[in-house]
Nanobody, 127 residues
């Protein structure tokens, strides 16, 4: 059974930084694309960032490009999202997701491309 568990979310002041982690179990992260999505209150879930299985390709939403950095450690079956220069608009529940290995070098931004999801971790940014 595949399980993704996010951690690292908390309350932070605007301008601060956080690093989210996504630990995978029941799944050896080698050929899976990893992605981060977020859902703010009253809004739809949106793509934030994704990384290919080799970490050779990354993709970011325009709203976070230049502030967030996605990375992965396949040996630890863990993906990370470093978030800098946070602002209140980044407040949301952040979800980790993985595909089943079919995309390899391509990083999709649509939810339907991802097969496994975590339960989410709350990130709150105060002004």
């Amino acid at each position: 059974q595949v399980q993704l568990v996010e951690s690292g979310g908390r309350l932070v002041q605007a301008g601060g930084s956080l690093r989210l982690s996504c630990a995978a179990s029941g799944l050896t992260l080698r050929h899976n694309v990893m992605g981060w999505f977020r859902q703010a209150p009253g809004k739809e879930r949106e793509f934030v960032a994704g990384v290919s299985w080799s970490a050779g390709s990354t993709r970011y939403a325009d709203s976070v490009n230049g502030r967030f950095t996605i990375s992965r450690d396949n040996a630890k079956s863990t993906a990370y999202l470093q978030m800098d220069s946070l602002n209140p608009e980044d407040t949301a529940v952040y979800y980790c997701a993985a595909d089943n290995g079919r995309y390899r070098g391509y990083v999709p931004s649509v939810q339907v491309a991802y097969d496994y999801w975590g339960q989410g971790t709350q990130v709150s940014v105060s002004s």
